[in-house]
């Protein structure tokens, strides 16, 4: 793990989040992103909430990957006590399958905007992605990262085109 200070947050209402967002945090790895990985959640644990979203800025966030699954509160929660940037993550709900989570965190009202992904993996992944290419506008290394690794995907995507 990198020693820094996190730049990034991520958090999950629960334990049981993990499996999801645990590609977000193989992402952060694999860039060299300071990152760390907690779990919050506004229903259950509302004032480590307040003051996880409250001492965000002023710890040096640069911005909050929030996963949540079936009534995702915790996304806009925490995007209502900070103006660091959250990317929320609708993780796949038994009874619902996630729609009902990507609705709680993409139908936020305006001024209190959340960026929201794709339901399960690929939104955990994309959410770091995402917040890599944000800390990439001031980080020339980084942004050389992100480059490389788009080109090694291109790669993969043609080395396994049709016979
Ligand atoms: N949506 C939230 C919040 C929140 O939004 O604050 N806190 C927990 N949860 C969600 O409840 C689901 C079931 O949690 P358990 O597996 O612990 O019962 C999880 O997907 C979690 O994100």
């Keep these: 793990m990198v020693d820094d200070a996190p730049r990034v947050g991520i958090i999950m209402g629960s334990r049981s989040d993990w499996e999801t ?5 193989n992402l952060l790895r694999e860039f060299g992103v300071a990152h ?10 509302p ?11 002023g710890r ?10 079936g009534a995702a509160h915790l996304p806009g929660m925490v995007a209502a006590q900070t103006t660091v940037p959250v990317l929320g993550v609708p993780v796949q709900s038994r009874a619902l399958k996630g729609l009902d989570s990507l609705l709680s965190i993409a ?13 399960g993996e690929s939104g955990a992944r994309n959410a770091a992605l995402f917040a890599v290419a944000m800390l990439a506008s001031d980080d020339a290394d980084l942004a050389d990262r992100l480059d490389a690794y788009r080109e090694a995907q291109a790669r993969r995507v043609i080395e396994d085109e049709l016979p």
Excluded: K, W
Excluded at 47 to 57: H, I, L, T, V
């Design 21 to 25: 967002m645990a590609h977000a945090d």
């Design 36 to 45: 760390e990985c907690r779990i919050v959640s506004a229903h259950r644990t």
């Design 47 to 57: 004032a480590r909430m307040n003051e996880y979203a409250g001492s965000a800025r």
């Design 60 to 69: 040096g966030l640069r911005a909050i990957i929030a996963g949540a699954g």
């Design 107 to 119: 139908q936020m009202p305006g001024g209190v905007p959340v960026a929201t992904f794709a339901i």
